[in-house]
């Protein structure tokens, strides 16, 4: 009877365990999730990371923390988009595509390396780019002149509202020929969509205990104390009434 009270309980407070744990997000990169899981254990999240059975790597967090980690991470910009490669776009096996079907996917291309590229600047959330041209007409000459859209939200801890002429450069320089004046950059702070509760101030008492280690241990002890009393006091009227 006492084995089966033991197991009981100890099967019990597993499930317990595992049902207060919930999956964040999966099939990350190895940097990806040392970055995401840096980042929730700085805010005081519990985080954890598993390998899955794809290889991969899956996030795993508190339930009662879900939201707050999802926002935590929403204004920092993960998880982080997947850009295509040269490889990706260009395939060695690939046939022969027509010159406007190259020209989509060269500014494609062009567009991916330029949103990489504004990624990897501090309290970029969002980063967006789009080229807009208009296929050359019979004679090969070009009839209106290419433009570039570019959306970037930050997070309203970091300014980058002055960072527009530096933004203006990078694309210059990342497409060529193209003229500052066909370049229009938009840039908007996000918005807090969650503000985590601030903690409730713990009883005098309990600062106490915790600042008293001789006495927090006493506590413990009493409590295992009790607790083996039941325990054997359940087992002795068991074994009284069988």
Known sequence: MSKNFV????????VLLAGCHVTLYSDLSEYEANQMLALLMANQIDAAKQKDKAGGLTLQIKKSQFVQAVEILRQN???RS?????M???????????????????????EQ?????????????????SIG????????????????????????ATNLSTWQGQIRDLVRQGVPGIQDDSISVVMVPATHRYT?????????????????PILFGGMVLLFVAMLGSAVGFSIWQTRRTS
């Open 7 to 14: 197991a009981g309980c100890l099967l019990a407070f597993s």
């Open 77 to 79: 910009g993960y998880p």
């Open 82 to 86: 997947k850009y295509a490669s040269v």
């Open 88 to 110: 990706d776009v260009f395939p060695s096996n690939q046939l022969i595509t027509s010159p406007e079907q190259e020209r989509a996917k060269m500014n494609f291309l062009k």
């Open 113 to 129: 390396q330029i949103e990489a590229m504004l990624m990897n600047i501090d309290g970029v959330i969002v980063a967006r780019v």
């Open 133 to 156: 041209s208009v296929p050359p007409d019979n004679l090969g000459l070009e009839t209106i002149k290419p433009t570039i859209s570019v959306f970037v939200k930050y997070s309203p």
């Open 196 to 212: 985590p509760l601030q903690p409730k101030a713990l009883p005098s008492w309990w600062v106490r205990l915790l600042q008293n």
